[in-house]
């Protein structure tokens, strides 16, 4: 079982590929594959492999890529579908109610595109939607995700989740010629992720 976003897309044999782990290996119950950022024409940004960590999603601080994530109906079956409670967020809480009963395994395949537009749900209302309601789940769930900076700079746990995932991604983002652009757009225009 997976979902995929409107405007998100599968690579080519992903789905051959996953039927064909899940046969060959039924032990494992939820799949984690990498994916590329794309920009809204389609070209590579940069690349991620994820890996799920439960204390740092707990604190706020993740590596996977929901279109790159499967898992076995018995996943569904124990845990029970999506939660139509948040508008936001609703894979990562759906990733931490998977994490508490089963084990992430990552692969290291490109398996999905992950695509970031001006008018991306997910781009456009970080700060004022996800970002509060990633701190009601998280919460929820007994992790800490503090909002302001402050806050964030006395939580040791997110300080080194973070910096871990800041360190990936920029290396990651540096491989593809990507890291100048993305910068570029932080310090300049805040309404371009």
């Given amino acids: 079982m997976a979902w995929l976003c409107s405007d998100d897309t599968y690579r080519p044999g992903a789905l051959n590929f996953i039927g064909n782990f899940f046969l060959n290996n039924p032990n494992v119950d ?16 940069w690349t991620e492999y994820g890996k799920y960590n439960r ?10 890529g ?6 076995r109906r018995k996943v569904y079956e ?12 609703m894979d990562g809480e759906y990733f931490l109610r998977m994490g508490a009963k089963f084990r992430f395994h990552a692969v290291k395949i490109i398996l999905a595109t992950y695509r970031l537009h001006n ?21 929820r769930y007994g992790g800490k995700y503090p909002l302001c900076w402050p806050k964030r700079l006395l939580s040791l746990r997110y300080i080194f989740a973070k910096g871990k995932h800041i360190a990936l991604k920029a290396f990651a983002m540096g ?19």
């Fill in 30 to 45: 939820i799949i984690l594959g990498g994916w590329d950022y794309v920009d809204s024409k389609g070209n590579i940004l």
């Fill in 55 to 64: 204390k740092e999603f707990l604190c706020g601080v993740g590596r996977v």
């Fill in 66 to 71: 929901q279109p790159a994530v499967f898992w």
């Fill in 78 to 89: 124990t845990i029970g579908p999506l939660s139509e409670e948040f508008s936001y967020w």
């Fill in 119 to 139: 008018t991306s749900k997910s781009v456009c209302d970080y700060k004022s939607q996800m970002q509060p309601i990633a701190k009601i789940v998280i919460e």
């Fill in 175 to 193: 491989k593809n010629k990507y890291l100048l652009k993305h910068l570029k757009y932080k310090l300049l225009r805040t309404d371009i992720y």
